[in-house]
């Protein structure tokens, strides 16, 4: 006979937060509010983070256990920033919570239940670069890609599939939307899809989207096992609902079930990644789905100046479509007025970027504290360019994050083959860093290793079982002997182990003669070891290490950039980052919105939610900048008809610069008149002033 105790957080008040003191009014209501369904409707800069971070303390002081509690969010970054802040409010509470990113947690419940799902245990999980090359694999198999006939190579198969998954659109429908080329090949496409399939379970191997999908079949055709989690979870938290897709959603919905206890915190004028599968409709039928369910709107911005948030405001109200709300401004009105200026051409509009941001930065703003943003990344070419012939410093948010680097995955596969030996992807990697091995080489050794491994660790057996090539004989038994001690016994070595074995016994060579910034790889290689300190298990390892490098976990630089210096993004992916002084470059039609935009009334509301997450990133200063001419474009120069965003604005919100050559000066009308720098005046018949290069 067994007597259950639960221990209860203490009573006095020494411990406990108050609340009211250090949240607004529509904070704490939120924060505060009754078991229930309830959307927080959280404005740009209105602390949506400490809301929910709020929120998630409340339920602990109210005697929630952590792991009664699910927090999903989009980033890893944003997960472990929230459980922080519960840990600095309630110290070592938070340990326990289910906190992380959609996929992290399907990880987790799947890795719980693999046969169940026809897996067996130790599956990988395949990032989008072994998606491919295993697609590839299965359209050769079926001998789709000849010399004769055109068919879609692994980045698109694995794109459609992939949208499929998180829309539930069909194959037609994606096809017709987005791929109207391929739609003569859809059966050929089906059956590579159903194909592909099989060879995941063959290869014991899970791809992204299997941890959301697999983990919503799992629990819609497993009655018992989707109560546990179910029961288990009295509280359902969802972070960035708006950007939720369809099965993100319906994976939300069957967890909280049975308590029905959630509250999902957005902001529907933020949506704007329904170009990887994000449903707008999801915050704005959540009143539908959660009938009775509580809006809770939070409109206080700690952010930026009153002139911004009144741009912002008027807008985001040319959309029909949304929850109105009005963002208001904590902080005292700023010296001026959001900037409209117009530029003759596009190499204009570099120069007044440029220069302007060197004056911002002669008046004491950090380089750091300034920011560019776009429509799209070739927009800053022009800008690129004269940042570089100034000298101002800048980064770019683009290019491959850490764990997406060749040489990083040229390593981790040595350690999923090591941990999963029935793993195609990893082991055809692996053997083409040898000498002499190609794709045709690496199936026919695939073959031979599969019939004599069986899906054991007996790796030493590969020495005289297979036929490598002459020119890689040698260079083969090194491999063998590599991998046989990855897993001394046939239990895998620790992962920082296996990296340090990997780089001294192979890798460190091939680097040396591969790449000319062998030292800098080096130095990634030796990072990844010590990361790897903190696992045990080579699983775990290799599961973090694909969420990582996930799409889910894109985090970029900004205002907290070590590096002084100018940041260049798009919109997309400054998302969550505020620096003091912003630009927003491009603002024509065609370009800011983008000529794809202008086909239906979905896509235009988009683009204008895009243009408030712009606006919504400054503190202080903001400049909307457009050419009025456009030139090197490849049908020759073009005239720029401003954005209607601009045109939709009110002209009291915004002052009107003039750029001239002239001194600066003051019309009588009250429009600004900024000198051009002198350094690099602009003479439309001087050929070499003009971008080497073609839009």
Same mark, same amino acid.
């Given at each position: ?221 497993? !009655? ?5 989690? %179910?029961?288990? /979870?009295? $509280?359902?938290? #969802?972070? &960035?609902?708006? +950007? ?97 200026? !117009? ?5 204009? %509009?570099?120069? /007044?970027? $440029?220069?302007? #941001?060197? &004056?911002?930065? +002669? ?333």
């Amino acid at each position: 006979m067994s007597r259950s105790y639960q221990l209860q957080p203490a009573a006095s008040s020494d411990t406990g937060i108050e609340f009211a003191k250090v949240l607004n009014e529509q904070q704490l209501r939120a924060v505060t509010a009754p078991t229930g369904a309830h959307l927080v409707i959280a404005g740009a800069g209105s602390g949506k983070t400490r809301t929910l971070t709020y929120r998630v303390g409340w339920l602990l002081e109210q005697g929630y256990r952590p792991g009664e509690i699910l927090l999903l969010t989009f980033t890893n970054k944003a997960a472990r920033e929230m459980l922080e802040r519960v840990n600095m409010l309630l110290p070592g509470s938070a340990e326990g919570i289910w906190s992380g990113t959609f996929h992290s947690i399907g990880h987790r419940i799947l890795r719980r239940h693999p046969e169940v799902i026809g897996f067996s245990e130790g599956f990988s999980i395949m990032d989008r670069e072994d998606q491919e090359e295993l697609l590839e694999s299965v359209v050769a198999r079926l001998g789709f890609r000849t010399n004769d006939k055109r068919f879609p190579k692994g980045q698109v198969l694995a794109e459609l599939i992939s949208l499929g998954c998180n829309t539930g659109e069909t194959l037609r429908t994606l096809l017709a939307r987005r791929y109207r080329y391929f739609i003569d090949l859809e059966e050929q496409i089906a059956q590579v899809s159903t194909a592909y399939e099989g060879r995941k379970k063959e290869v014991n191997a899970l791809d992204f989207d299997d941890l959301l999908s697999k983990t919503h079949e799992l629990l819609l055709t497993n !009655p018992e096992i989707a109560e546990t989690y %179910q029961r288990r /979870f009295r $509280a359902v938290l #969802v972070d &960035e609902y708006q +950007d939720t897709n369809r099965l993100q959603a319906g994976l939300i919905d069957t967890l909280a079930a049975i308590h029905k206890h959630i509250m999902v915190v957005g902001d529907d004028a933020q949506s704007i990644y329904s170009w990887r599968g994000a449903d707008f409709a999801n915050i704005l039928e959540f009143p539908k789905r959660y009938p009775g369910s509580t809006i809770h709107r939070i409109e206080t911005n700690y952010r930026s100046v009153p002139q911004v948030l009144e741009l912002a405001n008027a807008s985001i109200l040319n959309n029909p479509r949304q929850f109105k709300k009005e963002l208001h401004a904590v902080r005292k009105p700023g010296v001026s007025k959001p900037a409209l200026v !117009p530029l003759a051409t596009n190499n204009e %509009q570099a120069s /007044f970027i $440029a220069q302007r #941001v060197l &004056e911002l930065h +002669d008046e004491g703003i950090d380089f750091r504290e300034i920011a560019v943003l776009y429509r799209a990344h070739y927009h800053s070419m022009e800008i690129q360019l004269e940042f570089t012939r100034r000298g101002i410093p800048f980064g770019i948010t683009s290019g491959l994050r850490f764990f997406e680097q060749a040489h990083i995955k040229d390593v981790a596969s040595f350690l999923k083959f090591a941990s999963n030996p029935n793993d195609e992807v990893a082991f055809k990697r692996m053997i083409r860093l040898l000498p002499g091995i190609g794709s045709k080489t690496a199936e026919n050794l695939w073959q031979q290793a599969v019939k004599i491994l069986e899906g054991s660790r007996r790796f030493l057996l590969l020495e005289k079982g297979c036929k490598p090539p002459s020119k890689a004989q040698g260079s083969w038994s090194q491999l063998v002997t590599t991998l046989a001690g990855l897993a001394p016994s046939g239990i895998p070595a620790p992962p920082c182990d296996m990296i340090t074995s990997v780089m001294k016994s192979l890798y460190d060579d091939y680097m040396q003669a591969k790449f000319a910034n062998y030292e800098a790889r080096r130095d990634d290689l030796n990072t990844l070891a010590n990361y790897a300190k903190q696992f045990d298990q080579t699983d775990e390892f290799l599961a973090q290490l694909t969420l990582l490098g996930g799409t889910e976990t894109s985090e970029v630089k900004g205002s907290d950039d070590e590096e002084d210096r100018v940041c260049l993004s798009s919109i997309h992916q400054a998302k969550g980052l505020e620096w003091q002084a912003v630009f927003l470059a491009w603002l024509t039609e065609g370009m800011f919105p983008g000529t794809r935009s202008l086909e239906d009334d979905a896509s235009l509301e988009e683009e204008r939610r895009l243009f408030y997450v712009g606006v919504t990133r400054c503190k202080d200063e903001l400049y909307l900048t457009y050419p009025e001419l456009r030139l090197n474009a490849a049908y020759g120069e073009a005239f720029q008809r401003p954005s209607r965003f601009l045109e939709e604005l009110p002209e009291h919100l915004t002052e009107r610069w003039e750029v001239a050559r002239a001194v600066a000066r003051f019309t009588p009308q009250g429009a600004r008149q900024v000198q051009r720098h002198q350094q690099h005046p602009f003479d439309p018949a001087d050929e070499s002033q003009e971008p080497p290069w073609e839009d």
